[in-house]
C-alpha cells in the first residue's frame, strides 16, 4: 500500500514537472501559431532579400530595371522563390524610377527589435520596401 501511495506521489510530481516546464517553454517563446507567423515572416524577409539581389544583377547585366518579375525570372543564373509561403502570391514589384524599384510583402507580424532585420524592419500586414538598383542589402 505504502509503495502504491509512493508512485502515485512520484507520477504526479513528475506530470507537475512536465507541465511546468511546457508552460515555462509556451512562455518564452510564445504559442506555437506565433512562432509559426514568425518563421513566415523570416521566410518573406529572406525571399525579398533573394529578389533584390536578382535585381541588383539584372540591372548590373543590361543597365536597366527588368520591367516585370517575369522578366527577372528568365534571366539565366536567377532563381527566384517568389511566392508568398501561404497565399502561394508573387511578392509585388514596382518600378518607381530608372533606378529605384519597391517590393512589397504581406506580413502576419511586426518584426520585433530583437530580430529585427535593419532595413528589413516591418509592421504587419503589407509592407513595402523602396530600393536603388545599385544597393544590395
Do not use: N
Not at 34 to 43: M, S, V
Amino acid at each position: 500500500m505504502i509503495a502504491l501511495s509512493g508512485r502515485r506521489v512520484l507520477v504526479g510530481g513528475l506530470v507537475i514537472v512536465v507541465a511546468s516546464a511546457v508552460g515555462m517553454g509556451i512562455t518564452m517563446l510564445g504559442p506555437p501559431s506565433e512562432e509559426r507567423a514568425r518563421r513566415l515572416d523570416d521566410r518573406r524577409v529572406e525571399d525579398l532579400r533573394r529578389i533584390a539581389s536578382s535585381v541588383h544583377l539584372f540591372q548590373t547585366r543590361h543597365d536597366r530595371l527588368p520591367a516585370s518579375r517575369e522578366d527577372l525570372s528568365r534571366e539565366p543564373g536567377v532563381i527566384l522563390e517568389t511566392p508568398d509561403p501561404v497565399t502561394d502570391e508573387p511578392y509585388a514589384y514596382r518600378i518607381i524610377d530608372s533606378m529605384t524599384y519597391e517590393l512589397c510583402a504581406v506580413f502576419d507580424r511586426e518584426s520585433s527589435e530583437s530580430r529585427a532585420v535593419g532595413f528589413w524592419s516591418h509592421g504587419a500586414g503589407r509592407q513595402c520596401f523602396t530600393l536603388k538598383a545599385d544597393e544590395t542589402r
